[in-house]
């Protein structure tokens, strides 16, 4: 029992620099979500995706883009990487017929800009 | 706009004695409210949540939280602490206003159990 796995865990990037995130979920969830997390703001949404083929803009989404080709597979996409990037991104899915229903997460990928 | 709030970054307790974790939310109409707990290097883990029903909620790990409805409060606790429990905890509401059933997370509170 997988859940969410993003990949990679951590990663080292020079400033300008391109790179792409991946999530996976194995639950069948309709609802995917990109979070950043900086100390002393909690979690900030990035995208997010109510289904396969749709993605919308969070509270954050600059210099970020995102993909859902598949259901199961949730992409964030940095296309000139700045060390305001530094953060820890989480990945999480949901059920979406049930409002109530809670998110699981994946454990996280510590990106540095340098 | 749906928000929640953690007024404490920091709570220290010891370990034995009963725990509080504060978190109030402005939201229209019923609320979703969700507890997550963060340990080091670690994605959140789901602790509990409030649906509707009972104002007592029970959860993972013996922890519980009391829905306010007149405070608009969603406090976490705990009746005796242990050091294990120290970790990041955070609050969050289900956005429920647009359709989108976005997650909107307080900003987290560290709770830290002294042996």
């Known amino acids: 029992n997988a859940g969410v796995t993003q990949t990679p865990k951590f990663r080292v990037l020079k400033t300008g620099q391109s790179m792409t995130l991946l999530c996976a979920q194995d639950?069948?969830?309709?609802?995917m979500y990109w979070y950043r997390q900086d100390p002393g703001m909690g979690l900030r949404l990035i995208h997010y995706s109510v289904g396969e083929g749709t993605t919308a803009k969070g509270e954050v989404p600059d210099g970020y883009n995102v993909s859902r080709l598949k259901k199961q597979n949730f992409l964030l996409g940095l296309e000139s990487a700045a060390p305001s990037q530094t953060s820890v991104y989480f990945c999480?899915?949901?059920?979406?017929?049930?409002?109530?229903?809670?998110?699981?997460f994946g454990q996280g990928t510590r990106l540095t800009v340098v | 706009a749906q928000s929640v709030a953690q007024p404490e970054d920091q709570v220290n307790v010891a370990e034995g004695n009963p725990l509080t974790v504060k978190c109030t939310y402005s939201v229209s109409g019923n609320p979703y409210l969700f507890w997550y707990v963060q340990y080091p290097n670690r994605g959140l883990q789901f602790l509990l949540k409030y649906i509707t029903g009972d104002n007592l909620v029970k959860g993972s790990y013996g922890f519980e939280a009391e829905f306010n409805k007149s405070q608009t409060s969603f406090h976490l606790k705990k009746p005796s602490a242990l050091v294990s429990d120290s970790a990041l905890y955070f609050c969050a509401v289900r956005d429920r206003e647009s359709g989108t059933y976005k997650y909107i997370f307080g900003t987290g509170t560290r709770l830290k159990v002294l042996a």
């Open positions: 639950m069948n969830h309709e609802y």
């Open positions: 999480a899915s949901s059920y979406s017929s049930l409002g109530s229903a809670e998110a699981f």
